[in-house]
């Protein structure tokens, strides 16, 4: 059993790190830096603790919990990206935006679906600014 969703792992095969109209950043391992990717990882769990601590989580609960986030990015804002592990199979897990508002959006869909609508509007950025992403945002490796 897989414990990425299918698309996260092709992404990351096929790409470096990447950030979306230079605010949302994806986090990809970079072979040598797992260190550093874990450390990343671990950092923005402690934040769901801590906002989980001070009453702000709304009920969520960092992974191995069950339904427990896994974070998947972050933007130069402070909006953190998470997988919902709602289900036992990765394929099935949700998208859950923390906006730095204390917005909690929730998508049903692919990681992939969710960024292509972002950059192509057919997806809204809830939870995060109305004018991301731009007219025409710009794709960047990191």
């Known amino acids: 059993m897989s414990y990425s969703p299918a698309d996260f792992v092709e992404l990351v095969e096929a790409y470096p790190p990447f950030t979306v109209d230079e605010f949302l950043g994806l986090q990809i391992p970079s072979p040598g830096e797992e260190g550093h990717f874990v450390s990343g990882m671990r950092g923005l769990l402690s934040d ?9 989580a709304h009920g969520y609960e960092p992974y191995p919990e069950p339904g427990g986030l896994v974070p998947w990015g972050d933007s130069c804002d402070g909006d953190v990206f998470f997988w919902r592990t709602n289900d036992a199979d990765p394929q099935s897990w949700t998208i859950l935006v923390s ?37 025409t945002p710009a794709i960047e490796a990191d």
């Open 99 to 135: 906006g730095h508002n204390d917005d909690w959006c929730e998508f049903k869909g692919t990681l992939t679906e969710y960024l292509a609508g972002l950059v192509t509007g057919a997806v809204p950025p809830d939870g995060l600014p109305p004018d991301f992403p731009g007219a």
């Open 48 to 56: 769901l603790v801590e906002l989980g601590d001070s009453g702000m």
